[in-house]
């Protein structure tokens, strides 16, 4: 199979045409399928960082002031995966994806007045790889393990963007995850703790690497350990565990 969607969109704030694509080519049969995908979206500039203006009511300086020439961030990708089924109740899908951020933005706050946003002249691209199972061990109950790895292609560190900072992604993730059924398969939960590689943040704290995840159809999901933040109203609690790092 054979897809390809285009999309235009108009900014708001500079009308200028940005547009987003999707390509792929699939293959299956009864024991595997593999697919390509190709594909590129941005984001389009708020009016704070395009043409937003705040001034001290006191002494009139300019504290902070869009940029209208600002370029919309871009994520352009390549994926390959596939799917193998060695019997009916293992599914395992393994894949690898290779990303280029261009455009990406500056957030130019040095100085005490005229703070603004720039355009990251250079881009950044990363590698990343997952080898993802489904065990269906009865009607009822499923096994999901995960493992991934994420590696930026750029050798420097560079912390000037808001993102594609290498040590603020985890480089690498591992999940066990069990889903089922239960009350006559009118409910489902999902439960499974996750480690991830520590990262890294500019205020010199460190992500805690491992956490416990809870879930009844995706309605409550508690991260477990220390701090927690009610988020959206679904419900869903976040909790993130920061310490001290050099």
């Not at 703790?193 to 009844?216: C, K, Q, T, Y």
Request: proline share 5%; aromatic share 10%.
């Amino acid at each position: 199979d054979l897809n390809l969607t285009l999309r235009g969109d108009l900014a708001p704030i500079s009308a200028k045409l940005e547009y987003s694509y999707r390509a792929s080519a699939v293959y299956y049969s009864d024991v595997f399928g593999l697919w390509l995908a190709a594909a590129s979206a941005f984001r389009t500039p708020t009016y704070v960082e395009a043409a937003s203006r705040f001034t001290d009511r006191t002494s009139g300086l300019i504290l902070l002031e869009g940029t209208d020439s600002i370029a919309a961030p871009r994520n352009t990708s390549i994926e390959l995966g596939g799917t193998l089924l060695p019997h009916s109740g293992l599914i395992i899908s393994p894949s690898v994806f290779v990303s280029r951020l261009s455009n990406l933005m500056i957030e130019d706050f040095e100085p005490v007045v005229r703070r603004t946003f720039r355009t990251e002249p250079d881009t950044r691209t990363y590698f990343g790889a997952e080898l993802a199972a489904t065990w269906r061990v009865s009607d009822a109950l499923s096994i999901l393990p995960s493992v991934s790895h994420l590696r930026f292609l750029d050798a420097t560190e560079r912390l000037d963007t808001n993102v594609g900072v290498p040590s603020q992604n985890s480089r690498y993730l591992a999940a066990l995850r069990l889903q089922g059924l239960f009350a006559d398969e009118t409910w489902g939960y999902g439960v499974g703790p996750s480690v991830a590689s520590l990262r890294r943040f500019n205020d010199g704290s460190l992500m805690h690497p491992i956490f416990v995840s809870l879930g009844v159809w995706d309605f409550l999901d508690c991260k477990i350990p220390q701090r927690c933040d009610r988020v959206r109203e679904t419900g869903a609690l976040i909790c993130e565990h920061r310490f001290a790092g050099g």
